[in-house]
């Protein structure tokens, strides 16, 4: 009999392995801001950057997704709110989980792109005091639907140091967004998300071998003929509104790009057998697991996708977040 894995936190995804759907360019009109401008400042990164750290830090402290729910969003919200929520159901039942050191983010490098209308992001690109050994950074993308509105972290990524590509940027230093429907890249980034989707059930060439794609596609399908516990899986693509995949030039014409997806995964145990749910699993979960329980998970994917006639056309999967967010009983 398996235990239930408990909550998938960012850190632990990474040690173990917009507002619209529109182009990433920003090329849609909204109040009639035709002109391409920076999405942000780099103080104005600076300060969003900062702004999410200290409420990052707050939830965390006192396991109350309501302290930084307006600083995520995306497949990163979805996956920290329902972190933070399992923690206030244990503490509430006395099992409460200690927080972590708090998060401390240094070492920024924002790339920042020029875009029109809105939603507007950027990336930043940080060290943080999670890594103990130096082996990955904090790369997060911000994304902001209005003046009015606060800037959002969407993405989170775990990137080791020299895997980040070089972006093609202007004179004044700012960086080139790619539409969803770019038609210069092997894989236009709209088209990711379903690709991804379709690789994990049927495989194929799309995407390289790794621990991402080929090695968990192994896993998977060991899950699904284990004995006294069989694994099901769902796979679902995300495309729209904070879930939109966003990506940037890369020198040599390809692009860095971020996607989401949701996943499912329905655990049946065997007649006679009980399954044995963790209590953060158990903290989101309705209906009574008698036989089998299904979790829901979001993800976030971090890839870089070469241009359209390169040597190679497969897309390389640099880091992947994945989470729990729900969980059925039956």
């Known amino acids: 009999m398996s235990r239930l894995r408990r909550v998938g936190r960012p850190a632990a995804a990474a040690a173990a392995v917009t507002v619209l759907a529109v182009t990433a360019s920003g090329c849609v009109t909204v109040h009639g801001e035709r002109e391409i401008l920076p999405a942000a400042t780099k103080a104005e990164a600076a300060r969003a950057l900062k702004d999410f750290t200290k409420a990052y830090n707050a939830a965390e402290a006192a396991a109350d997704p309501a302290k930084d729910a307006k600083s995520v969003t995306g497949p990163f919200g979805a996956i920290n709110q329902a972190g933070l929520k399992a923690r206030a159901e244990l503490k509430k039942d006395g099992d409460e989980q200690p927080a972590s050191a708090p998060l401390k983010l240094d070492d920024a490098k924002f790339i920042i792109p020029k875009q029109a209308g809105w939603p507007r992001w950027f990336v930043a690109d940080t060290d943080s005091n999670k890594d103990k050994n130096g082996s990955f950074r904090w790369v997060m993308v911000f994304t902001r639907g209005g003046l009015a509105e606060p800037w959002e972290a969407s993405y989170l990524a775990f990137v080791p140091p020299g895997k980040m590509p070089k972006f093609k940027k202007d004179k004044d230093g700012f960086a080139e967004p790619v539409a969803v429907d770019d038609k210069k890249l092997a894989v236009a980034p709209k088209n990711l998300s379903e690709e991804y989707a379709s690789y994990l059930k049927d495989g194929g060439e799309t995407f390289e071998e790794g621990p991402y794609t080929s090695d968990w596609r192994t896993e998977r399908e060991k899950a699904a003929k284990g004995r006294g516990l069989v694994s099901q899986y769902i796979d679902e693509p995300q495309n729209s509104g904070t879930y939109a995949p966003v990506g940037l030039r890369t020198e040599d014409g390809g692009a860095l790009v971020f996607f989401s997806t949701r996943h499912y995964e329905k655990r049946t145990a ?13 903290a ?33 999967m ?12 039956e």
């Open 284 to 316: 989101l979960m309705t209906g009574d697991a008698k036989s089998s329980v299904t979790l829901e998970y979001a993800a976030g994917q971090t890839v870089v996708v070469p241009p359209k006639g390169a040597s190679t056309s497969q897309v390389e």
């Open 270 to 282: 065997a007649e006679g057998l009980n399954l044995r749910i963790g209590p953060s699993v158990r």
């Open 318 to 329: 640099l880091n992947r977040v994945q989470g729990l967010t729900g969980a059925k009983g």
